[in-house]
């Protein structure tokens, strides 16, 4: 290769790679948040979106959006100590996730509100499982008619390929401190005494869980546990049962924030966001990130509903 073709190659790749650098240094390090033309007083906007996870969200183009706690809790803290702003909106659109990871949320939101903040949830497509679990902790709850939220309960799956393995000619040889170190692996069934403390540990979690909803939503627990069986409700079944306050839009719910911010006419709304990655910077985002009509809709949710990858999931 010449020195001219090393030049041109060089010009090229600096043409191709300084961009994306730059966009990966804007999306991390300046976007913290996002605001429209002020028109008045503000109102935020955060967004949960994605399965739930404990530790910190991601978005790929080549995987699904997570929303991670941690991720969540700190946009959260940004707002508890913004004193400019004085209400949110919580704009969920998740099938659920992680307990520990739902349960995180919903106690940063209540030290939030305990700060003085006022904070509205308006569910999108989905918001069941963990997604309604953070969602029980706000001041107030709309949905849309047609969302699809409830799915309270916990759910935990372990798959027993022993006879398939012992077929094929595999065999697993397991060294272990103790008789429950491997409970739940493929290469053996469950015993009796290990499906009883498996139950009693998804009994504890549920009732935290039915213990949260009960308290946040103000409804004495004995009633949650009724409908608390794993069913999913429309947001105008879940209104009928208390599950959601009034059915609207995310206009509805700005403008509600933006009365219990003591905001008369106008507002402006102050979104606030996790750095966005580099494939975000360059692509952009969407608000939903589990649309009807994505991974076959009401069949991907159900799946997320149904079962879980591994640990344990609010569902």
Known sequence: MNRRNIIILVVILAAIVLPLFVAAIVGTVILVSREKPFLGGQVALIRIEGVITAGRGSASPFSEATAGAETIINVLEQFRKDRSVKSAVIRINSPGGSAAGSQEVYQEINRVRKDGKKITVSMGDVAASGGYYIASAADRIIADP?????????????????????????????????????????????????????????????????????????????EVRKIADGRIFTGRQAKKIKLVDRLGSLDDAMRAAADDAGIKGEYSVKEYQRPLGLFEVLFGTSESRVPFGHNGAVGELARRLLQADSGVKVD
Do not use: W
């Open 146 to 222: 047609a969302t699809l939220t409830g799915s309270i309960g916990v759910i935990m799956q372990t798959a027993d390929m022993s006879k398939l393995l012992e077929k094929i000619g595999i065999s697993y040889g397991t060294i272990k401190s103790g008789p429950h170190k491997d409970m739940g692996s493929i290469s053996r069934p469950l015993t009796p005494e290990e499906k009883a403390l498996l139950q009693g540990m998804i009994n504890d979690v549920y009732d935290q869980f039915l213990t949260d909803v009960a308290a946040g939503r103000k409804i004495p627990k004995a």
